[in-house]
């Protein structure tokens, strides 16, 4: 996470989901955009970076938090700050899901703080037709797109978006990036492909950051970057 530059900057949020990274992905492959936003030094003066390579990823076993560590329990969790006992996602089918009750960060956004530009780019369409989909109840997000399973319009479609945020003006995306963990399963865990597509998202992830930097407002902004994994 990236801490404020100054309390008077404009502020934006980029959370980027990388689907099935885990540590031993940024130990073993070639990750240096990542480590460069886990040191801060990617943004110049003022930015400071932090890393855990430890976290729960499916609540507290023997608990009623616990749940398993599958895509639709794990993203529902990270979007809402919930367990499935609270958001009901037990599994990729997405039933039983109270997102209504639990809506994802972005929609809390857009009632506390509607001028705020929200955005939800997706290469894993379920967590578009599920969790940012219209529930009637909270506020919809101001942006959505899913690109069926196709990083490379979902890296497109958010440098677009990052370009395009006017000046002065608050927002905040969550970004969802498929591929590593299809290569897990395709592959397996620490093969050659696996880690060849940990390298690949990095470079993704660069070509974020260099849109941030290519802002020309960028020294008066303050950017809150966060790579975060389902499992």
């Not at 949020?13 to 031993?24: A, E, K, Q, R």
């Not at 932090?50 to 639709?72: D, E, W």
């Not at 599994?91 to 899901?97: H, I, K, Q, R, V």
């Amino acid at each position: 996470m990236l801490l404020p530059l100054a309390v008077t900057a404009q502020t934006y949020s980029l959370v980027v989901g990388v689907d099935g990274l885990g540590p031993y992905g940024i130990d073993a492959a070639a990750t240096p955009f990542i480590d460069s936003l886990a040191d801060g030094s990617w943004g110049g003066p003022g930015y400071r970076g932090a890393i855990t390579l430890q976290a729960y990823a499916g609540g507290i076993v023997g608990t009623p938090t616990q749940q398993v560590t599958l895509s639709g329990p794990g993203w529902s969790s990270i979007l809402t700050g919930v367990w499935n006992d609270q958001h009901g996602v037990t599994d990729n089918t997405f039933a039983g899901s109270r997102y209504a009750q639990w809506p994802s960060y972005l929609k809390r956004l857009e009632a506390q703080a509607p001028a705020v530009q929200t955005a939800g780019i997706v290469s894993w369409n379920p967590l578009d037709t599920y969790v940012f989909a219209a529930d009637g109840v909270n506020p919809a997000i101001d942006y959505r797109l899913a690109t069926n399973e196709n990083d490379a319009a979902t890296t497109s479609a958010t440098v677009a978006w990052i370009a395009g945020r006017a000046r002065g003006s608050s927002a905040a995306a969550f970004i969802h990036l498929d591929d590593v963990d299809i290569a897990g399963h395709n592959s397996g865990l620490y093969s050659a492909a696996y880690l060849g597509q940990v390298a690949d998202v990095d470079s993704q992830i660069g070509s974020m950051l260099q849109a941030i930097r290519s802002r020309a407002s960028f020294a008066e902004e303050n950017w809150q970057v966060v790579v975060v994994s389902d499992h």
